[in-house]
């Protein structure tokens, strides 16, 4: 596989990273079973130790409406998707232009806002490994079982875009700062909201170096001046440990931090609570 170079500092929305050379996947004959898969950088935390990683060459790229499905390649941007939904009156997208991404991340985290969800209209995804229906895959709130790097999806089509529903979407947006940032930290625990409880133990706008629970909303960790992967780590441990002494909620990461020391079974950051790491 060829190797492109990029600056994680630069390239990934929290702007956190060193330069690093990423194998780009072209086809499927390649040994990518060893490599981490990664998008845009949008929800991504690079450490200073990194797995291997991939990114999707620019054939994966692409929008068609084929046999009254769309089929949108996994190197697609949302906002490329959005506009083309907006272009050609195509309901049920009207979100993506508010989430940002590629499409094979999107598919993989089942992304979305609220009960507006990726996965609502997919009927099935191409990957590595073969094809799979909709209802071959175990997915769930920001969740799914996908284990190979997703080449394509298809959705149904449905026409009505609807322009009431960007104003609703864009307002769903309002709090969240504009800060570099990489989304929402925490995933919400059920029934409660992981920037509620960050605020009630006291890390609403707490910094530690140039990093911060952003004063806008507790639960995006924004970088407000070169802030480092370790200033990261020490706020979300710290983060997961006060509010687990509160509330004993333990709360889980939603960001994907790429770090051979917090990957795994056994990563600080996914131990159930009597492993905390204080």
């Given at each position: 596989?060829r ?9 990934s929305?929290i ?20 490599y ?8 991504i935390?690079?450490?200073t130790?990194?797995?291997p990683?991939?990114?999707?060459g ?21 906002g ?33 806002l ?59 947006r ?22 509620r409880?960050i605020e ?17 909303h507790?639960?995006?960790l ?57």
């Amino acid at each position: 596989m060829r190797k492109k170079n990029i600056d994680f500092s630069k390239y990934s929305s929290i702007k956190v990273g060193e330069n690093l050379a990423v194998s780009v996947l072209e086809d499927c004959n390649a040994n990518y079973k060893d490599y981490y898969i990664i998008g845009s950088c949008n929800n991504i935390l690079i450490g200073t130790q990194p797995p291997p990683l991939l990114k999707l060459g620019k054939k994966y790229d692409y929008i068609r409406i084929e046999n009254d499905s769309l089929k949108i390649g996994a190197a697609t941007p949302s906002g490329k998707i959005a506009s083309f939904c907006k272009k050609n009156n195509i309901a049920d997208f009207e979100f993506l232009s508010h989430l940002p991404g590629t499409l094979g991340g999107l598919v993989f985290m089942n992304a979305g806002l609220k009960e507006y969800e990726i996965f609502n209209n997919l009927i099935s995804i191409c990957t590595c490994d073969g094809n799979l229906e909709k209802k071959d895959i175990k997915y769930g709130y920001r969740f799914t079982d996908i284990k190979s790097p997703v080449l394509e999806a298809s959705f149904e089509l449905a026409y009505g875009f609807d322009k009431e529903k960007l104003t609703m979407f864009k307002a769903m947006r309002k709090n969240q700062p504009s800060t570099p940032s990489a989304g929402s930290c925490f995933k919400n625990p059920v029934g409660d909201y992981a920037g509620r409880l960050i605020e009630a133990v006291g890390l609403k706008g707490f910094r530690v170096g140039g990093m911060e629970f952003s004063k806008q909303h507790a639960n995006f960790l924004v970088n407000i001046g070169n802030g480092t992967f370790d200033d990261a780590i020490f706020l979300i441990k710290e983060a997961q440990n006060r509010v687990y002494d509160e509330f004993k909620i333990w709360l889980e990461c939603e960001i994907a931090v790429l770090d051979k020391r917090y990957m795994g079974k056994n990563s600080p950051l996914l131990n159930p609570y009597k492993n905390k790491i204080n």
